[in-house]
């Protein structure tokens, strides 16, 4: 389990590039006028991604055995793509094909030992190919220039840490999983690469065809080239199915919105501190805060296991809030119920949170939907959950029990709570939901794998994730913009949601979004002008 969420913004080169393909209500429905074929992004762009490599094993190697050692060096390539702004769709790039592997047996000679047998071994070539998404500053880019780390890389991941990585806290706490930060386009790393072939290529003079160096087989770092292909898309504008989700899914006459939310604290660093005191509860107010701008009149209706989840006591005295908007603006606005002192803040919010914090809080708006003229009441409901952690049950619950789930919080480099392997296709429910996974890098841990879970595939599932590394800052209430962008009727299309959940900075709007892109969309047939759907 490993950090997954980064606390300041990065990739900064992404922001400019986002103006020219920003959507609004209005965006015109059959096509993005781009310049290219449009993958429903904001910040991204398609490519069928390569490369190839290889390694040496044992003559008598098993093909199980052969595919580990080439599924730990196709690893390494995740952190070489991920610090080069490039997100890749296999989980770790473990999808290598067998059928393309190429092997020759070679004889390994040792220069230092002359007098020594050649040993007999094979060299095992392999090619791996995956979908990939690059920032739209990468667009015009057919190739990069990277590295991979050789098979006994895990033995020396103090050098790799010191040459190719930044050498920062956050690479120092990925040190056992040096593949994750490993970053072959860093000067030092070059050098070392450098040097490392410059022994090899003076060890292989005098030898013949079938022989190698033993300072090839045991090579740290194998320099890489990955080839980036256009990918060809529709370039329609998708929306969400408006009517499928506005009829009921998981519940009749309910539009169901999940919300799981994770803590925050630095986990990976050991940070650990008061529930009320982690940056996620702070901003788990601002979110619902922000579903309430998009739709307002939602009432607190339910907390799990809480009689009275307006009413508390400090230091004797009763605190008895008339709604959870003056229980948000206590959190938010540091506005304090009449007779609480400044100093008696921190305990009212301390006893707020345990309260609140790993229960279901349950809000609850009527409104009236208009479907082909046909009117009929539906209610939104919001269920979320603060203070998850790496137990999948919050989690599970979610999605099983909601037609719209978000997840904001850590990844745990995939492991954790949303692992595909911890999920069954009886964990999803039939009907269509669409899925936010607001963690780092969640297009590689779970989009390709998700699908497969849920009956039907992309034609009951929409998935939301991020190609790279997001941010904490901000999280919450960007994940408020998300959920609100479905229910404010104005029936936005993707690039519209995309566009309002985007990231800010300091209050300013730079587009920021790690990468995000949209998947399981493209089989949607729902539009407005077909099918007229009014919320109030």
Not at 5 to 17: E, I, M, Q
Not at 485 to 504: C, E, V
């Amino acid at each position: 389990m490993k950090l997954s969420l980064r606390r300041l913004p990065l990739l900064l080169a992404l922001v400019a590039s986002t103006a020219a393909v920003a959507c609004t209500a209005d965006t015109a429905e059959e096509e993005v006028d781009s310049g290219e074929d449009d993958l429903t992004s904001l910040t991204a762009r398609s490519r069928k991604l390569d490369f190839a490599g290889y390694v040496y094993v044992d003559e008598r190697a098993s093909e199980a055995s052969i595919i580990s050692d080439i599924r730990k060096q196709t690893q390494s390539a995740f952190g070489a793509l991920r610090e080069a702004n490039v997100a890749v769709n296999s989980r770790e790039l473990r999808d290598v094909d067998p059928a393309r592997f190429l092997k020759t047996p070679v004889k390994v000679v040792d220069p230092a030992n002359p007098a020594a047998p050649p040993k007999t071994m094979l060299k095992v070539a392999y090619t791996f190919t995956d979908d990939a998404v690059v920032p739209i500053p990468m667009a015009t880019r057919s190739a990069i220039s990277l590295g991979l780390l050789g098979k006994g890389y895990g033995s020396q991941t103090g050098r790799v840490l010191e040459e190719c990585t930044s050498g920062d806290q956050h690479a120092q706490e990925f040190q056992s999983s040096i593949w994750y930060v490993f970053d072959p386009s860093r000067a030092k790393c070059k050098a070392a690469m450098a040097a490392e072939q410059q022994k090899i290529d003076a060890d292989r003079a005098g030898l013949a065809d079938d022989e190698v160096p033993l300072s090839e087989v045991n090579r740290l770092y194998l320099p890489m080239t990955a080839n980036l292909r256009y990918k060809a898309q529709a370039r329609t504008v998708r929306y969400p199915e408006y009517d499928r989700l506005y009829a009921g899914g998981v519940e009749p006459g309910k539009l169901v919105i999940g919300m799981v939310s994770g803590m925050m604290a630095d986990w990976a660093a050991g940070e650990r501190h008061e529930v009320y005191e982690d940056s996620g509860y702070r901003m788990w107010y601002g979110g619902l805060r922000e579903i309430f701008k998009a739709r307002p009149g939602f009432k607190l209706t339910g907390v799990e296991g809480v009689a009275d989840p307006l009413h508390y006591e400090v230091g004797g005295r009763a605190v008895d809030f008339a709604s959870f908007d003056e229980m948000a603006a206590f959190e938010l606005d540091n506005r304090n119920p009449a007779g609480i002192s400044w100093s008696q803040r921190s305990e009212l919010r301390k006893t707020i949170a345990n309260k609140l914090v790993r229960k279901w809080v349950t809000f609850e708006v009527p409104v009236t939907v208009t479907i082909r003229g046909q009117d009929k009441p539906l209610t939104i409901k919001v269920q979320t959950y603060f203070g998850a952690e790496t137990d999948s049950t919050p989690h599970k619950r979610g999605v099983k029990t909601s037609d719209i789930f978000v997840y904001n919080g850590h990844s745990y480099i995939g492991y954790g709570p949303l692992d595909p392997s911890r999920f069954r296709r009886e964990d999803f429910p039939a009907s269509y939901q669409i899925m936010m996974i607001n963690g780092c890098v969640s297009y590689n841990y779970y989009e390709k794998d998700y699908i497969p879970l849920k009956e039907g595939g992309t034609k009951n599932l929409d998935l939301v994730t991020n190609g790279l590394e997001s941010w904490v800052n901000e999280s919450g209430e960007a994940m408020g913009r998300f959920v609100g962008a479905f229910i404010d009727g104005r029936l936005n299309s993707y690039p519209d949601i995309l566009k309002a959940s985007q990231f800010t900075y300091y209050g300013y709007d730079w587009g920021m979004d790690a990468l995000r892109v949209v998947d399981g969309e493209l089989d949607n047939k729902y539009k407005p002008t077909r099918t007229p759907i009014t919320l109030r």
